[in-house]
């Protein structure tokens, strides 16, 4: 401790000169009035002083004080985001809670059948917003919201359509095994058969004798012409030959490693067909994952349309929507059974909605 003394005429100039030197911290050890100048004490001036001092020890406290209260305001600060935070995660939850049980349940229901949690999340959220700005909030109404969010995201139907002059090409595109000559067939009978349509059929699958066959025996049963192609001039010669047709089909072989028809390949083969309509046949038994590497190999054909098959074999609906919801590509039909030609049917928003929200 360093001691110091001070003098002034009067207190405060004491005082003064003490806080000058010592700052305001200074500690006040001893004030005393003496005499200055004349004869033994006598007769002098009469002056203050002061003896001050600045205890090392008072600035170490100060800092550790200091010290102290940061950490104190630090941890208040921490307990207030801590409270904070327990306060919007009760809130989640007591919101999750006060969610009505309708909404849950038909969160449920789309998660169950297949539709990704992602656009669950993103509907539900949806639903929920739009349910507080109404004024009737009863189960009825939440179905209602969620079958216009969903129907929204599912696109309408886009079947064949016929131009007003010559004929329309329609190629069925896909893997192996996913429906593709089944489907040709359905689509040829309705047509012929019901839309009293003038059609004919060509295949392309000439890798498989059976996959012929296949399609042979369709086209005799429902009495329209067939043509089988080996490459991208054939394809066109036949073309030719049903130019006066009102519906040319065009079956295609699925792509395998193990099938010498390539992307490439079948690209090659309708490259060069104007005005051709392609139509990718999905199995709704596909694992999504798997769906979308397909989607995106048969883009590079370039695809016009998308066709479910093998509904019937699956409670995976959601599917559908996952997809409308991510690729531009319209559903076309759906088919939900083996039987030819019956189990087809055009894709209806409506009936995939009610299926996603029955009981
Ligand atoms: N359950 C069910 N099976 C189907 C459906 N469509 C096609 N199939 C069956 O799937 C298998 C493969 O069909 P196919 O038309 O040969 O497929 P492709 O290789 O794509 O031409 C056959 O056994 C068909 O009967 C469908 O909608 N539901
Ligand atoms: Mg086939």
Request: aromatic share 6%; glycine share 4%.
């Given at each position: 401790m360093e001691v110091k003394r001070y003098r002034g005429e009067n207190m405060q100039e004491a005082m003064f000169k003490v806080k000058v030197d010592l700052g305001t911290e200074a500690i006040i050890l001893h004030t005393r009035k003496f005499k200055e100048g004349g004869f033994l004490g006598l007769f002098g001036k009469e002056k203050v002083e002061v003896v001050a001092a600045l205890e090392d020890e008072s600035c170490n406290n100060r800092s550790k004080e200091e010290q102290q209260l940061q950490s104190e305001l630090s941890q208040v600060k921490q307990m207030m985001r801590d409270v904070l935070k327990e306060l919007e995660?009760?809130?989640?939850?007591?919101?999750?809670?006060?969610?009505?049980?309708?909404?849950?349940?038909?969160?449920?229901?789309?998660?169950?059948?297949?539709?990704?949690?992602?656009?669950?999340?993103?509907?539900?959220?949806?639903?929920?917003?739009?349910?507080?700005?109404?004024?009737?909030?009863?189960?009825?109404?939440?179905?209602?919201?969620?079958?216009?969010?969903?129907?929204?995201?599912?696109?309408?139907?886009?079947?064949?359509?016929?131009?007003?002059?010559?004929?329309?090409?329609?190629?069925?595109?896909?893997?192996?095994?996913?429906?593709?000559?089944?489907?040709?067939?359905?689509?040829?009978?309705?047509?012929?058969?019901?839309?009293?349509?003038?059609?004919?059929?060509?295949?392309?699958?000439?890798?498989?004798?059976?996959?012929?066959?296949?399609?042979?025996?369709?086209?005799?049963?429902?009495?329209?012409?067939?043509?089988?192609?080996?490459?991208?001039?054939?394809?066109?010669?036949?073309?030719?030959?049903?130019?006066s047709k009102d519906l040319v089909l065009i079956d295609t072989a699925g792509r395998s490693q193990n099938n010498e028809m390539h992307m490439s390949e079948l690209n090659a083969l309708l490259d060069r067909i104007n005005g051709v309509e392609k139509h990718l046949v999905l199995s709704a038994t596909t694992k999504y994952r798997d769906m979308l590497d397909v989607i995106l190999s048969f883009q590079q054909v370039g695809l016009n349309k998308i066709i479910f098959t093998k509904?019937?074999?699956?409670?995976?609906?959601?599917?559908?929507?996952?997809?409308?919801?991510?690729?531009?590509?319209?559903?076309?039909?759906?088919?939900?059974?083996?039987?030819?030609?019956?189990?087809?049917?055009?894709?209806?928003?409506?009936?995939?909605?009610?299926?996603?929200?029955?009981?």
């Open positions: 995660e009760n809130k989640l939850q007591t919101s999750y809670n006060n969610l009505p049980d309708k909404l849950k349940e038909i969160v449920d229901k789309l998660l169950t059948r297949g539709v990704k949690e992602e656009l669950v999340t993103k509907i539900s959220t949806l639903v929920n917003d739009r349910l507080n700005s109404q004024e009737i909030k009863n189960s009825e109404m939440i179905t209602k919201l969620f079958s216009e969010e969903i129907k929204a995201r599912l696109n309408r139907g886009s079947p064949i359509q016929f131009p007003a002059q010559g004929s329309k090409v329609v190629a069925l595109i896909g893997p192996t095994g996913v429906g593709k000559t089944t489907t040709v067939a359905k689509l040829a009978a309705d047509f012929s058969l019901k839309e009293n349509k003038d059609v004919a059929l060509i295949t392309a699958d000439i890798y498989r004798i059976a996959a012929v066959d296949q399609l042979k025996t369709y086209s005799e049963i429902i009495d329209v012409p067939l043509e089988v192609v080996y490459d991208p001039d054939e394809l066109q010669q036949a073309l030719n030959k049903f130019a509904l019937d074999e699956t409670k995976n609906l959601g599917m559908t929507l996952n997809i409308t919801n991510q690729f531009e590509a319209k559903l076309s039909y759906i088919t939900n059974g083996q039987n030819v030609p019956e189990d087809i049917e055009i894709f209806k928003p409506e009936k995939i909605v009610n299926s996603l929200l029955e009981e």
